[in-house]
């Protein structure tokens, strides 16, 4: 078995979570199209091969959509029932930050509970906390540190 670099791996899942990200919001008619937004969001050696083994590890398929085009979409995951011996680390699935919050994706159904936690702890970076089943929206104090907030939330949720 070939071990791979820390580096390859951080470099791999990025890759994904980018994947994931550009499909859950966008029509993609092609995997061309797909990778060429890859390629603008800074992975310029992506290749055909590499955006079609992104597609499997994703579970993506093809449906009609609305207009009658077939477009790429995630399938959603059987997830298991929130269940209380969960470790926290298990319930996030992924931490997204722009430049005025940060979302937390979870697993189906811990959505609230993450966000309590996150209340819980009373971080003073975070103002507040919104959170749905399976999404928390978090409010930074302040903008202008709210990649300092997204480590604190990572470090908080064990996560990423």
Known sequence: MVNKSQTTLDKEQKQLALCRTL????????????RRDLKRH????????????????LG???TRNARGHKIYILTPKPQAL?????????????????????????VAGYGRAVGRVIDHCALP????????SSMVWVAPRNSQAIAQTCRQLCRLLGNL
């Open 23 to 34: 499909i859950a919001g966008h029509a993609y008619r092609s995997q061309e199209a797909l």
């Open 42 to 57: 800074g992975y310029r050696q992506v290749s055909q091969s590499t955006v079609s083994r992104l597609l499997s590890l």
């Open 60 to 62: 993506v398929i093809k």
């Open 82 to 106: 929130p269940h209380a011996a969960c470790r926290l680390a298990e319930m996030v699935l992924s931490i997204e930050a722009n430049h005025e919050f940060i979302l937390v994706q979870t």
């Open 125 to 132: 970076e975070v103002l507040g906390v919104v959170a749905g």
